[in-house]
């Protein structure tokens, strides 16, 4: 009876957590509330302005946890931490801790880890100095409550800082959520390479190829091309790897590259360009209407010209899901109607900016 009487009074998480880039939010919310609604769950999404995330909450009177099993982060495109959360918490500055450790008790939830985050801007940055100095107490507080423990099914405990005063907690389960602090993949920039954009395609590989896989997926000696190429960041990406590459653009290639003699520049238009045999990869990194982009991939694809490809979606609009969710579907569909099995992901990148990463590859 005392049991029950404690899990009734557990306080159940009714929402669903997520980070983006900040400027993002409204697009993810759109996301996130289509995705949800598909799998016939309704909700309310708040997307606040700048803020870096986005707070699902959940109408059913199913909990949250089982919605965020079914809405993989690895799905979604603009999301990238997904987690389950509690209300968010105002916070006094006499005491901060005590509220926080008022509702993990109070959820019951138990852990093996806990990460401070906040959003990736200037203000964010600034609550590093708060987050330091909370670290050590909390952690110690919540092992004697018996929430922070060594083995508790690999479960982490996050704190989304959006100010001094506001703090949202969230539940993160291995499998389903990202590894890296914020969600985020730093990477070092190669002083070689010709363009900083090389470290979209470095993190797209990251992203969409296992690193168990690089060595036969990105191996020395495939063919590849390189669509709107110059001056070369992502042509630099494929002859580190060993390839073959075909750049196409009109514009110049850097000379360090071309003396590689890995790279073949043409100068060319790249939506009518033909490779003249089947490739291992095509990459695309054209600033041009997304719509018109995906038509150009569609067109490889269906052809098989070649196994696998990375291209960029710019979008410079307001209603950045809505133009996604319509190109990414019309290409689903076009390979489905030509009998291609293939695996479509799309992922707004860090290295992104108002742009996303779309994969593919081949199964046949
Ligand atoms: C964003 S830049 C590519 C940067 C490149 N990925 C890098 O890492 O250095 C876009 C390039 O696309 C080229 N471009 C635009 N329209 C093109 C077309 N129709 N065919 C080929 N290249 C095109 C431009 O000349 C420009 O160099």
Redesign the pocket.
């Known amino acids: 009876m005392a049991t029950a009487t404690r899990q009734e009074a557990r306080l159940r998480p009714d929402r669903l957590l997520f980070y983006c880039r900040p400027g993002f939010e409204a697009d993810l919310a759109a996301e996130v509330t289509e995705r949800a609604g598909s799998l016939g769950w309704s909700g309310e999404a708040e997307a606040f302005s700048l803020a870096g995330c986005v707070d699902f909450r959940v109408d059913a009177a199913q909990p949250a946890n089982e919605l965020h099993r079914q809405l993989r982060l690895a799905d979604l495109v603009f999301a990238r931490q997904s987690l389950v959360g509690l209300p968010p918490l105002p916070l006094s500055r006499e005491d901060r801790l005590t509220p926080i450790i008022e509702q993990v008790v109070a959820s019951g939830w138990s852990f093996e880890a806990i990460r401070h985050e906040t959003p990736d801007t200037n203000e964010g940055k600034a609550l590093a100095g708060l987050i330091k100095a909370l670290t050590r107490p909390l952690e110690s507080l919540l092992k004697k409550r018996g929430a922070l423990r060594r083995k508790a099914g690999g479960r982490w405990l996050h704190l989304f800082w959006r100010d001094g005063d506001r703090v949202q907690l969230g539940m993160s389960f291995p499998g389903n959520r990202s590894e890296l602090p914020g969600g985020i993949r730093r990477l070092k920039f190669p002083q070689s390479a010709?363009?900083r954009?090389?470290l979209k395609?470095e993190e797209a590989w990251h992203e969409f190829v296992p690193r168990d896989a690089w060595s036969e997926r990105l191996a020395e000696g495939m063919q590849a091309a390189?669509?709107?190429?110059?001056?070369?960041?992502?042509?630099w990406q494929l002859v580190q790897r060993g390839m073959h590459v075909f750049a196409?653009?009109?514009?110049p290639m850097d000379e360090g590259l071309m003396a590689t003699g890995l790279v073949e520049h043409l100068r060319?238009?790249?939506?009518v360009w033909e490779p003249p045999y089947r490739l291992d990869w095509l990459v695309c990194?054209?600033?041009?209407k997304p719509a018109r982009v995906t038509a150009m991939m569609e067109r490889w694809l269906v052809r098989r010209w070649c196994r696998e490809a990375v291209f960029n979606l710019k979008l410079p609009m307001k209603r950045r899901w809505e133009t996604v969710s319509r190109c990414l579907s019309g290409l689903a569909e076009a390979l489905d109607d030509a009998g291609i099995r293939a695996t479509i992901r799309c992922r707004h990148l860090y290295h992104d900016r108002e742009e996303v990463t779309v994969h593919v590859r081949l199964l046949d």
């Not at 390189?226 to 042509?235: E, F, K, M, S």
């Open positions: 010709p363009s954009s090389t395609l390189d669509l709107g190429a110059a001056p070369g960041g992502w042509t196409i653009d009109n514009g060319e238009d790249g939506f990194d054209i600033v041009d």
